[in-house]
């Protein structure tokens, strides 16, 4: 079971959500909390098994995104950090003296030109900004949103060489910095990229691609640990969290789901929903107090703001081992980045489907609060691989949620943005079956067989 404080240890009854469950709680010995009362655990009856399962409950995963923690009141969103971080560029961006660090002229515009003076990084990196603060105002300018992962790749995968892209463009523009008379067609973000290689890193000089990637690379490093000082700060703030995050968690583990056409929850009692249940999180906090002497069930899959060890990075599932600086590229991908973390003990998230042995599969898999977008892809197909989604009965939830403590898209929309989501994501796995024909109707089989749920979120406004 996920371990979990009880809601009553956090918070008094009010924290409670009504109705005829109550939203079991979990402590860390693995008791249940249940209507004001302590239990041990219940044993799956007979009737409960699946026919034929070789588990014989009701387990399930859940998939957590950021609107997990937007929901539950935490200043996580992307906009929200970078807040300060655009004032603080705004500031840098006046013409300062690199011996005195006083402001000499204020610029024609936001953003405006950078000081091209030997040592002008210094000053910035003085002022707690990085290269990827640039990089990423300017990404967002013109894409009106912020897309780390994505915005990560358009600058350090080079392609195959044999065209044109964002990548190759934003190199020969830094490389051609190094020259006196340099064209001056470069961008704020790529000056400032180039002064952090000359003043600080001191690779200025050599411009070539593998270089600037290596500067890259620490720069993102530092961006990183500003984001965790960050969400810490925010956990710290918010004496809330703790206790919304707990109740949302418990909410959505005992929400009742049909496992298949035959057999439903409907008369389940709650305590009896509490089977395996495990978390794949992909934020960087974590909402169930955790010793480190003792394996949690929520696995945080990118690191912990509190461990100092969280990682941005993009979806290399396109890379191609002859690409050019395939060995400095290939360090941006959360893949390789991942390895670092991999030492951390965690329980296994999903029971692999056996042939010959309905219900051996993880049962019910939940997503809340994710983008579904295509850097977390290979995360999703993994899943579905290790639970054969084709030939299990394993059971897909997707929540959307009119109720969003940040609401930017509003009621109907909401459900048909979720509906665009879950089909692209089922259809993209689908080309990845070796059987074609299975692919081209993994969608049709999950509806045809009842296992496949877009719902709204079980959260009261």
Same mark, same amino acid.
């Given at each position: 079971?996920?371990?979990?404080?009880?809601?009553?240890?956090?918070?008094?009854?009010?924290?409670?959500?009504?109705?005829?469950?109550?939203?079991?709680?979990?402590?860390?010995?693995?008791?249940?909390?249940?209507?004001?009362?302590?239990?041990?655990?219940?044993?799956?009856?007979?009737?409960?098994?699946?026919?034929?399962?070789?588990?014989?409950?009701?387990?399930?995963?859940?998939?957590?995104?950021?609107?997990?923690?937007?929901?539950?009141?935490?200043?996580?969103?992307?906009?929200?950090?970078?807040?300060?971080?655009?004032?603080?560029?705004?500031?840098?961006?006046?013409?300062?003296?690199?011996?005195?660090?006083?402001?000499?002229?204020? /610029?024609?515009? !936001?953003?405006? +030109?950078?000081?091209? =003076?030997?040592?002008?990084?210094?000053?910035?990196?003085?002022?707690? &900004? *990085?290269?990827?603060?640039?990089?990423?105002?300017?990404?967002?300018?013109?894409?009106?949103?912020?897309?780390?992962?994505?915005?990560?790749?358009?600058?350090?995968?080079?392609?195959?060489?044999?065209?044109?892209?964002?990548?190759?463009?934003?190199?020969?523009?830094?490389?051609?910095?190094?020259? /006196?008379?340099? !064209?001056?067609? +470069?961008?704020?973000? =790529?000056?400032?990229?180039?002064?952090?290689?000359?003043?600080?890193? &001191? *690779?200025?000089?050599?411009?070539?691609?593998?270089?600037?990637?290596?500067?890259?690379?620490?720069?993102?490093?530092?961006?990183?640990?500003?984001?965790?000082?960050?969400?810490?700060?925010?956990?710290?703030?918010?004496?809330?969290?703790?206790?919304?995050?707990?109740?949302?968690?418990?909410?959505?583990?005992?929400?009742?789901?049909?496992?298949?056409?035959? =057999?439903?929850?409907?008369?389940?009692?709650?305590?009896?929903?509490?089977?395996?249940?495990?978390?794949?999180?992909?934020?960087?906090?974590?909402?169930?107090?955790?010793?480190?002497?003792?394996?949690?069930?929520?696995?945080?899959?990118?690191?912990?703001?509190?461990?100092?060890?969280?990682?941005?990075?993009?979806?290399?599932?396109?890379?191609?081992?002859?690409?050019?600086?395939?060995?400095?590229?290939?360090?941006?991908?959360?893949?390789?980045?991942?390895?670092?973390?991999?030492?951390?003990?965690?329980?296994?998230?999903?029971?692999?489907?056996?042939?010959?042995?309905?219900?051996?599969?993880?049962?019910?898999?939940?997503?809340?609060?994710?983008?579904?977008?295509?850097?977390?892809?290979?995360?999703?197909?993994?899943?579905?691989?290790?639970?054969?989604?084709?030939?299990?009965?394993?059971?897909?939830?997707?929540?959307?949620?009119?109720?969003?403590?940040?609401?930017?898209?509003?009621?109907?929309?909401?459900?048909?943005?979720?509906?665009?989501?879950?089909?692209?994501?089922?259809?993209?796995?689908?080309?990845?079956?070796?059987?074609?024909?299975?692919?081209?109707?993994?969608?049709?089989?999950?509806?045809?067989?009842?296992?496949?749920?877009?719902?709204?979120?079980?959260?009261?406004?």
């Amino acid at each position: 079971m996920i371990r979990r404080q009880s809601l009553r240890s956090v918070n008094d009854a009010k924290a409670h959500p009504q109705g005829p469950c109550d939203s079991p709680g979990f402590s860390r010995e693995g008791m249940l909390y249940h209507a004001g009362r302590t239990v041990e655990p219940a044993t799956t009856p007979p009737e409960m098994k699946r026919k034929g399962s070789a588990v014989g409950k009701h387990d399930q995963l859940l998939v957590l995104g950021n609107g997990f923690d937007l929901q539950c009141g935490l200043k996580s969103a992307f906009t929200d950090f970078m807040k300060p971080r655009d004032q603080l560029m705004e500031k840098a961006s006046l013409t300062w003296d690199v011996d005195s660090a006083s402001l000499r002229k204020s /610029p024609d515009e !936001p953003y405006g +030109e950078l000081s091209d =003076e030997d040592g002008s990084a210094l000053v910035l990196k003085k002022m707690g &900004l *990085t290269a990827w603060d640039y990089i990423l105002k300017e990404d967002e300018q013109e894409r009106t949103w912020y897309d780390v992962e994505e915005c990560i790749r358009t600058w350090v995968d080079y392609g195959t060489g044999t065209m044109v892209t964002p990548c190759s463009k934003h190199m020969q523009h830094i490389r051609s910095m190094r020259y /006196p008379n340099w !064209p001056g067609i +470069e961008t704020t973000a =790529e000056r400032a990229v180039y002064f952090f290689a000359r003043d600080v890193y &001191l *690779t200025g000089k050599e411009g070539d691609p593998a270089s600037i990637l290596s500067v890259l690379l620490e720069e993102l490093h530092r961006f990183e640990e500003i984001f965790a000082d960050y969400l810490r700060k925010q956990q710290e703030n918010n004496i809330w969290y703790a206790v919304k995050a707990a109740k949302l968690l418990n909410t959505l583990a005992a929400d009742r789901v049909h496992l298949n056409q035959r =057999e439903s929850t409907q008369n389940i009692p709650c305590e009896e929903l509490d089977g395996e249940d495990t978390a794949l999180n992909f934020n960087y906090t974590q909402p169930i107090p955790t010793s480190s002497d003792i394996p949690s069930d929520m696995l945080n899959v990118h690191g912990l703001a509190e461990n100092h060890n969280i990682i941005f990075g993009m979806d290399g599932k396109d890379l191609g081992l002859g690409q050019p600086y395939y060995t400095s590229t290939v360090k941006f991908t959360k893949t390789y980045r991942l390895m670092a973390l991999s030492g951390r003990p965690h329980q296994t998230l999903v029971h692999p489907y056996v042939a010959g042995f309905p219900g051996s599969a993880t049962g019910v898999i939940k997503f809340f609060g994710h983008s579904l977008g295509d850097a977390d892809y290979s995360y999703f197909q993994a899943i579905f691989d290790e639970v054969n989604l084709y030939e299990s009965d394993t059971h897909l939830v997707f929540y959307y949620n009119k109720n969003r403590s940040n609401e930017t898209v509003q009621g109907k929309d909401v459900k048909e943005e979720m509906f665009e989501k879950v089909n692209r994501l089922i259809t993209a796995y689908g080309t990845t079956l070796d059987n074609e024909d299975h692919g081209r109707n993994l969608l049709h089989k999950l509806l045809l067989e009842g296992r496949l749920t877009i719902k709204q979120a079980p959260i009261e406004r």
